[in-house]
C-alpha cells in the first residue's frame, strides 16, 4: 500500500514478538517485506546474554536473509535505581560490542525503576548520576542510547523525560517515544510529543486504551498515532517506526484476523502481521 505520510521512514520491529525461533522471525519478516529488526533475543537468549561468537553467527544469518538491525532491544537500566550499578555498566560495554557486530549505533535503554512507595523526585540525583555513567560510556564506544519511556521507571511520564533529554541529549542520548507507555501511565500522548519533538531519534509502534491499558493495534487506541505521525512528517522525521505488537493477548484478534489458524500461523506471527497491516493502515 501506498503511506502518504512518513514515506522515507523504516519499517523495523521486536521480530521474537513472532517467535522465540530466529527462523521463523525472519521468514515472516521477508514475508511482509520487512528488512530490519529491533533485535531483543532469538531463541530463547536475551540479546544482551548473546556471546560475541553467538552475535557474529546470528549477523551472518541476517545478512544472508537480507535482513538488518535497527537497534538493540537492550534491557540496560530496567533495573531497580538501588541495584548494582557497576553490574549494569558492565552490561552496557558488551551490548555495545554486540552493536558493533549487528552494525547498528542504537542500544534501547531505560531510566532505573522507582519504587512505588516512593516520590520519583527523591532519586533524580541518582537517576541523573547512574545515566551520566552511561553515556559516558556510550560516547566512548561510540554508540547512541535510545531512552524509552517504560511503565515505573523515572522517564515514564514526558515531563521526567524531557528532564532527562535537558540533562543528556547530544551525539550518545536520544528519545525512543512510545505511544501505548505513554498511554499506559496516564498521559496524553500528543503532549507528550510537543515536549519532546526536538529530542525523538525513535519510534515505537503500538498503541493502547486509556480506559483499561490494554494494548491495541495502531490506530485503534488512545495513542493518536495519526495525528502525531503526521507531526512527525511535518518536522521531517525519516528514521524507524518500529513495531512492538504486545497483540498476543489482544482479545479482539482473532475476530481481526478470523482465518489465520486455518492458515497455520500462531498467535505471535498472527499479531505481529496485524499490527504491521495497521500501522500501513495508519500511515495510508
Known sequence: ??????????????????????????????????SKLEFRSGNGINVADYTIEQAVKLQEKFKSNGIGVSAIGSPIGKIGILDDMDKCLKRLEHVAELAQIFETDYIRM??????EEKNHASYRDEVLRRTEQMVKLAA???????HENEKGI??????????????????????????????????????????????????????ALFETGEVVPGGM????????????????????????????DFAGLKDLEPDA????????????????????????
Open 154 to 207: 523515572y522517564g515514564d511520564m514526558a515531563e521526567r523525560c524531557l528532564d532527562l533529554m535537558k540533562n543528556f541529549y547530544g551525539g550518545n542520548y536520544k528519545c525512543t517515544f512510545d505511544f501505548a507507555n505513554f498511554v499506559q501511565c496516564g498521559q496524553d500522548t500528543m503532549e507528550a510529543y510537543e515536549m519532546l519533538a526536538p529530542y525523538i531519534e525513535y519510534v515505537h509502534v503500538k498503541d
Open 1 to 34: 500500500m501506498e503511506r502518504s505520510i512518513l514515506k522515507n521512514c523504516v519499517i523495523s520491529g521486536f521480530a521474537d514478538e513472532i517467535d522465540s525461533d530466529v527462523d521463523k522471525q525472519i521468514a515472516l519478516l521477508k514475508e511482509l517485506g520487512i
Open 221 to 248: 487506541g488512545d495513542g493518536k498515532l495519526r495525528e502525531i505521525f503526521e507531526k512527525l512528517d511535518g518536522r521531517g522525521y525519516q528514521g524507524y517506526l518500529s513495531l512492538e505488537p504486545h497483540l498476543a
Open 261 to 284: 489458524k486455518e492458515r497455520g500461523r500462531s498467535d505471535g506471527e498472527v499479531a505481529f502481521n496485524q499490527a504491521y497491516q495497521a500501522l500501513i493502515n495508519v500511515l495510508k
Open 110 to 115: 531505560f531510566s532505573f525503576y522507582i519504587p
Open 140 to 146: 566512548s564506544k561510540k554508540v547512541i542510547l535510545l
